[in-house]
């Protein structure tokens, strides 16, 4: 019994032994874990402190940025500003002083050429009319769609109150579209909607017209050959070489019109350029009926940098650009009659848009103009003023 006894005291004691060895090992364990949480609280610490700092240093950098970009938006808004403020007083200074030829010639040669087209723009046409007005600015642009090539022509008949309109895609073609009216032409998707016309041969360029029931257009090829095509009954009605030797385009920026027919109160014109006066365009009146020739003038014009040009009570308005395509304006004016010239005619400026004219067909009924630019056929509205003796 008393062996027991000694036994079991043993085991208690034992077996505390290794209580207190256990629960200083759980004592050490869980200091080397307070330990470690704290370091790491520490460290979440300085971390979201460094965070807040980098947050705090960009959002005070995208301040800055947003701040310069404002003002370099509005310094490039300034600079668009000059910039197109300096090119109209460019075009304008172009306009007043326009540049001598870089070419030496004979000045009792240049006296003699200067008074022999004096001598010719001093004969008034001998066919008045009582249209005496002339453009005073462009008071609204519409662009109607897209459609075609980037040249072409499109226009109404300018002696009838018909609606409809016809559309000439590209500068060598020998079919052509009808609509019924300019409505049906902007909600049609395809050309070939519009009702086809096929002419008995090629047109070539973009100086066509549409006159009193008549198509007038200059047949591609070698010779200057008008053609008037009755609408009614599908034929020619007469055709005519147009007595110009040696021709060469009319407007430098539109290479491929060598004769533009132009349409307005007075009847039928014709523009054009030899090679005797390459510099300058020439101007031509034509019966509508017979297509015979009743007058030609030497106009003060000039072919380079010229797009298109159109006629209004027997003015003509030669319409510039630049090779990279800028602002189209009125730049040169001729008046058969010699009641407006480009002294006192105001510089028209048409809407900066695509490239630049390659036709110009005025309609005297509407006193609209009917472009083409670089595809896209456009209606420009005039604001129409009377004319002053010279």
């Not at 700092?53 to 970009?69: C, P």
């Not at 403020?85 to 001598?100: A, F, K, L």
């Not at 032409?185 to 017209?209: E, Y």
């Not at 020439?282 to 007058?295: G, S």
Request: charged share 25%; net charge negative; aromatic share 8%.
């Amino acid at each position: 019994m008393r062996a027991l006894i000694l036994i079991t005291a043993a085991l208690i004691s034992l077996a505390s032994g290794q209580n207190q060895a256990l629960m200083d090992y759980l004592e050490r364990r869980m200091l080397s874990i307070e330990e470690r949480i704290s370091l790491w609280q520490d460290q979440t610490n300085r971390q979201a402190s460094e965070l807040r700092e980098f947050k705090q240093q960009v959002s005070a950098l995208l301040e800055s940025i947003e701040k310069q970009r404002e003002d370099l938006r509005s310094d490039l808004t300034s600079v668009v500003s000059r910039v197109d403020r300096v090119e109209r007083e460019m075009d304008y200074q172009e306009t007043q002083n326009p540049q001598p030829p870089c070419v030496d010639v004979d000045e009792h040669l240049v006296e003699q050429e200067v008074a022999t087209v004096k001598e010719k723009n001093k004969v008034k046409y001998t066919k008045l009319s009582d249209c005496r007005d002339m453009i005073s600015s462009i008071k609204a642009m519409k662009i109607l769609k897209r459609a075609g090539n980037a040249k072409g022509m499109w226009t109404k008949d300018t002696s009838t109150r018909s609606s409809k309109v016809y559309l000439f895609n590209g500068v060598s073609e020998d079919t052509l579209y009808e609509f019924d009216s300019i409505r049906d032409l902007t909600a049609s998707s395809k050309l070939s909607r519009g009702k086809m016309i096929k002419l008995p041969s090629s047109w070539g360029g973009t100086g066509h017209t549409v006159y009193n029931g008549f198509i007038y257009y200059v047949k591609e090829g070698q010779e200057l050959q008008v053609i008037k095509y009755d609408l009614r009954n599908g034929s020619i009605a007469d055709s005519v070489v147009f007595p110009a030797e040696n021709p060469v385009p009319v407007y430098s920026l539109t290479s491929e019109t060598y004769i533009d027919l132009a349409a307005d109160e007075e009847g039928l014109w014709a523009l054009y350029a030899t090679q005797e006066n390459d510099r300058n365009i020439c101007l031509a009146k034509m019966d509508p009926n017979t297509l015979d020739i009743e007058q030609m003038w030497d106009t003060p014009c000039p072919r380079d940098n010229a797009e298109a040009a159109f006629v209004i009570c027997g003015t003509v308005y030669v319409v510039y650009n630049t090779k990279l395509p800028s602002r189209s304006r009125v730049q040169c004016v001729y008046d058969v009659n010699d009641m407006v010239s480009s002294d006192n005619a105001p510089l028209v400026y048409f809407p900066k848009r695509y490239g630049s004219h390659s036709s110009l067909k005025y309609n005297p009924l509407e006193q609209q103009i009917y472009a083409w630019d670089d595809g896209y056929q456009i209606l420009y509205k005039l604001v129409m003023k009377k004319k002053l003796e010279v």
